[in-house]
């Protein structure tokens, strides 16, 4: 069986540009198969802001509404993907830019209304814009990567009707690393971010938790040890190895050799 890497590399990694810089250069040293999975949350933040637009957080989610879909479609699709991928093609990686909707490789339906907690408080939110995946393509990504060419995707998803949708980039690099795990590869999923993985207590960077199962995140999750941004990361996580995935390792953006971090059974 084949192996391949999906790396996902978080928001502010894409805005450290040392940081980001380091993170190609090691994600261009992996050896064999590989793909890129980005998100760009924080910078979408930033041109919102100058653009006077607010965003909305709800469970570590986006709410995208039609003036947010415009940033977000900016910003994921344009600015950071090609940014990313000129950068990797700096580095030797032939790399091509795609969003859901390139290939049609990716497909969603818009979110309904979801009953979250939120405060303390049992709500009925609407997250606007925002896609949840039906389907991924994975022989269609193998077409590309059989080719000797690197996909970098931006968390961009869509419906099949014309429109664009926001889709969390945890979700875009589980589902990815799921339909290329059903496409026959033995898939490692690796999210990178600031952190050496994760950490039982936030303000020591050095309780990292290292085995990650679906007991213990219930257990986590119920005592507030994992809250905000890293619920669906693991949640997403979890799916991933239920779907037949080998390994996904949450680590530092220094760390994609997936030798350390919290790994997720």
Known sequence: MEKITVVKVGGAIVESEDQLNALLKD?????????????GGRRATKVAAALGIESIMVGGRRVTDAQMLEV??????????????????????NAI???????????????????????????????GYVGDVDRADGQALAALIEQGVIPVIAPLTHDGQGNILNTNADTMASETAKALASAGYEVTLIYSFEKKGVLSNPEDDDSVIPVITHDDFKRYKADGTISGGMLPKIENALAAIDAGVARVIITLATAIDGKHGTVIR
């Open 27 to 39: 994600f261009s040293a992996i050896e064999g198969k590989k793909i890129l999975v980005h998100g």
């Open 97 to 127: 830019g795609l969003t859901g909707a390139d290939m049609d490789i990716i497909r969603s339906h818009k979110r309904p209304l979801k009953k979250m907690n939120v405060d303390g408080e049992e709500k009925m939110v609407d997250f």
């Open 72 to 93: 977000v479609t900016m910003v994921y699709g344009g600015l950071v993907n090609k940014n990313l991928v000129a950068k990797l093609q700096a580095n030797g990686v």
